[in-house]
């Protein structure tokens, strides 16, 4: 899968997430469905992105994660805030990362096995950041926000699918996210629009960032590493998306 077939699955990725914030009410139980899908997506790739060994238990790991996590923000509101709940999913994941190493039968590059599925396992549970955001978005009524992150994350994957040069692409890229996000949350919210083009501007900065650094993989063309190349981005926008609403007054 190449790049231009590529960023359109991230952009996808991110439309799906826009169209579940506006949801109303359920938002919350939906985006935790489409967050487990990211960390299934993630999970699936994630080990031969990184070609490491013992792959089939990186992806237990790592997929389990991310749906955890996904799960402990839907159900442990009134039990836990649910930021710790993604803590408690990452230090889970830590745990089971070295629970797998300890038990792998060929001892062959263990280090890197280990940092490599530590790595996924923070990946994928910070997604869940998104059902934070969006629960505290639909009891403070700024959906819209989340819907202009969204939207704005889109954006910026479908300039990145251009073949354009990469340094133009990247520029490009930033301009267009920052103006889908902050055109949005202005329409949307009433968000004035400089703090919008700050949002806007961290999240397409930040997707576009995610996308090369896992696109630089020499592998990341191929169909399987190409699936986490698409939804890192969408899922590392999840910690944006939650400041954003914490922050806002």
Known sequence: ???PERAPLGAALAILLA?????????PLLMAVAIALLALLIGIAWPDLLELP????????????????ALVTVLGPGRFPPISGVVMACAVGVFAAFMHQMLRTERRELTASLTGTVAGVFVSAIAACWIIAQSIAV????????TAVAAGLA?????????LPSLLRFLLSAVVGTGVTAALA??????DPLLGAA?????????????LL???????????????????????VGVVAHLVVVLLP
């Not at 013992?54 to 996590?69: C, K």
């Not at 009891?139 to 989340?146: D, L, N, P, R």
């Not at 949002?199 to 996308?211: F, K, N, R």
Request: aromatic fraction near 0%; include cysteine.
């Open 1 to 3: 899968m190449t790049v």
């Open 19 to 27: 169209v579940v914030s506006l949801t109303g009410p359920l938002s």
């Open 54 to 69: 013992s792959p089939g238990g990186t992806r237990a790991v790592v997929a389990g994660s991310g749906v955890l996590s």
């Open 139 to 146: 009891e403070a009524g700024t959906t819209g926000v989340i």
């Open 155 to 163: 954006a910026t994957l479908l300039v990145n699918a251009t073949p």
């Open 186 to 191: 202005a329409s949307l919210v009433g968000l």
């Open 199 to 211: 949002i806007g501007l961290v999240t397409a900065v930040g997707a576009s960032c995610a996308h």
């Open 214 to 236: 896992t696109g630089s993989s020499l592998v990341a063309k191929e169909p399987l590493p190409s699936l986490a190349v698409a939804a890192v981005p969408a899922a590392t």
